[in-house]
């Protein structure tokens, strides 16, 4: 990111290259009309102001909060925020530090962050009796080493600023109490080291490789650019079972794409990656399937799948922000007179949870021969979350556990599929299951863009609107999932 010719680098970007570093470059660099963000970050947006809310309450503290009318200028924030400092608030809101350095070059450029706050102390700087030290809020469980090294960039600014030596930087979590400490002796000298070779990184504009995560990449507006490069490539990140850790060891013996991994003897393979003969195996198999785009059987005899005329496919949508299950769905099937029927538990309210549990349990119990199949263990983990919150008899729930056939377990046990990863949407979509856009109906919408997390968008807008048009969204999301599962269950059927 340049202004009036000067490079800038942001807490933002800095955050963005610890975890991906072509994030960085293309969001200095990359093309505009390629970006693609996501509903949901506008909810994570929410959920963060009312993390902040919760920092502001914990520090107590008379806050100014430096404002513009119209456009944010950031350059325009800083000098409202060096002003406040040197006036000695108590707290200054949502500030933005900047502060011009010379990198090895001799090339000038500055460093702005944006600290949740900035609490008075009394410890003296150029401002007088007093100075100011950072807390960042974050929505992590955990203060992991990127939140660490971006409060210690903010240390690193308000140092320059304010002509001392800081010792303290707080990092407030999303469950947490209390704040947590950053030892900004180990941190500083790693800050300094991140931001001299992301700069490097953007002065000589060489783009980073790629590599797909599915775990990091789903809500990056860069993911669809990305995934072509690598789909066109070959990339070796598109393989299930490699991590960033084996990447690294296979691109430095050589092994730089799919079609390489396939030629590579399983002995070398095992070697390379110093695992198991098993691992390697997993990874060479998976890699051939992928390239040959062909399943792969995987086992002499399949897991058993029971059969039976009544069958019912179970799925769930749920709000991780509120911690409520609001949707059971299920699709009933007999065989013998040839009919389905979806049906939906659906909480309009998170205080509904209760209701529809019961009501679930009711319907289930009227089928008490028939198997239950869903697709992961989260069906599993959330009928013994319900069942342990809302009393239900222990011989109820064993039985209804009894009864769950997770078909991610068998597949994955059974099978090498050309995948390049093993969610339902993957492997139901290479099947030749298409989901419906729920917003319209139409068949043919590409699966992996919805998912859960916009499912939590749709859920949060009928809560704030009341509009039944976001619940029926969310309904024929569910119903497709639930199709998909028995659309698999279905052709693993057939291949046994």
């Known amino acids: 990111m340049f202004e009036t010719g000067r490079m800038l680098l942001t807490d933002e970007l800095l955050f963005r290259y610890k975890r991906c570093r072509r994030r960085t470059f293309l ?21 963060r102001e009312l993390h902040n809310q919760k920092v502001l309450q914990y520090y107590n503290l008379k806050v100014e909060q430096p404002r513009l009318w119209g456009e944010r200028d950031n350059k325009k924030l800083a000098a409202i925020t060096t002003q406040l400092m040197s006036q000695g608030v108590d707290g200054i809101y949502q500030g933005v530090i900047s502060v011009d350095i010379l990198d090895k070059d001799g090339d000038r450029v500055t460093l702005m962050a944006s600290p949740t706050l900035l609490v008075k102390q009394n410890i003296p700087s150029r401002w007088g009796d007093w100075s100011y030290f950072p807390v960042n809020a974050s929505l992590g469980k955990n203060p992991k080493p990127e939140y660490k090294l ?19 930087g707080e990092i407030l979590l999303k469950d947490n109490s209390s704040p947590h400490q950053v030892d900004l002796a180990i941190w500083l000298p790693r800050a300094q080291e991140l931001v ?12 980073p490789d790629v590599y797909i995560s599915r775990q990091r990449c789903g809500f990056c507006p860069w993911y669809d650019d990305c995934y072509q490069v ?29 079609e390489t991994v396939c030629q590579t003897p399983l002995s070398r393979l095992q070697e390379i990656l110093a695992c198991e003969k098993e691992v390697a195996t997993r990874i060479k198999q998976q890699s051939i399937s992928l390239l040959s785009g062909k399943p792969i059987l995987r086992q002499p005899n399949l897991l058993p799948l029971p059969q039976s005329s009544v069958e019912i496919y179970f ?12 949707l059971l769905g299920v699709l009933w099937v007999d065989h013998d007179n040839m009919i389905q029927e979806y049906r939906t538990f659906l909480a309009k309210s998170p205080g509904e949870e209760k209701s529809i549990w019961r009501d679930f349990l009711h319907f289930i119990q009227k089928y008490p021969h028939a198997p239950i199949f869903h697709y992961s263990e989260y069906e599993v983990e959330t009928v013994k979350r319900l069942a342990s919150l809302y009393n239900t008899p222990a011989s109820q729930l064993q039985s209804l556990l009894s009864r769950l056939f997770d078909l991610h377990r068998i597949l994955t046990h059974s099978f090498f599929l050309p995948v390049e990863n093993y969610s339902l949407k993957s492997v139901a979509n290479y099947l030749g299951f298409h989901w419906r856009n729920p917003k319209t109906g139409n068949n043919s919408y590409n699966p992996t863009s919805i998912g859960g997390d916009q499912c939590i968008v749709w859920y949060d807008q009928w809560l704030k609107t009341g509009d039944s048009f976001w619940l029926d969204c969310i309904k024929i999301y569910n119903e497709d999932d639930c199709l998909a599962t028995y659309h698999l269950k279905q052709w693993m059927a057939d291949f046994q």
């Not at 969001?27 to 959920?47: A, H, M, P, S, W």
């Not at 066109?232 to 691109?251: K, M």
């Open 196 to 207: 001299n070779e992301c700069l490097e990184m953007l002065k000589t504009k060489e783009i």
């Open 315 to 326: 799925d769930i949508e749920a709000d991780t922000r509120r911690n409520v299950d609001y």
């Open 150 to 168: 971006i409060l210690a960039f903010v240390v690193d600014i308000l140092n320059r600023i304010q002509g001392i030596s800081l010792s303290r």
């Open 230 to 258: 690598a789909k066109s490539s070959l990339h070796l990140s598109l393989i299930p079972g490699i991590t960033p850790n084996r990447y690294e060891l296979l691109v430095s013996n050589g092994i730089h794409n799919l």
């Open 27 to 47: 969001d200095v660099y990359g093309n505009v009309t390629c970006r693609q963000e996501k509903d949901f970050l506008g909810i994570l947006r929410e959920e």
